[in-house]
């Protein structure tokens, strides 16, 4: 059952890098099925893999770098915020409204600073 209009999200997920492959694969689809549960549809996931965090997070210096892009009401995206909290290999998250789906990442080079 669908609420409200939809809208495109982009969320960067961070699951703990102790992990076995298939807690971590576990760990993904929770995250992927409480979107899908709330009648939202996950478009693309890119996996970045194994990264070095900037800071310790909950004792932790590295993590599994996850990229998704779903589509979901905003009600029910609240409700995902909620057990992402619970989420206890989710390390981290932050999602945002996004315009478009990124098939590819690339990232430009930074501008060198001038003095």
Known sequence: ??????????????????????ARKKALDKIISGIVER????????????????YEVQGKR??????????????????????YQLHEDLLRFMTMRTEKILETLEFKPLKPIER
């Open 62 to 83: 590295e993590g599994f770098y996850y990229l998704l892009y779903f589509s979901l009401s905003p009600v029910k995206q609240k409700e995902l915020v909620n057990d």
């Open 1 to 22: 059952m669908k609420t409200g209009k939809e809208c495109l999200y982009e969320g960067m997920y961070i699951i703990n890098a102790t992990l076995s492959e298939e």
């Open 39 to 54: 009648g939202g549809e996950v478009h693309k996931i890119h996996d970045q893999g194994r990264r070095r965090m900037a």
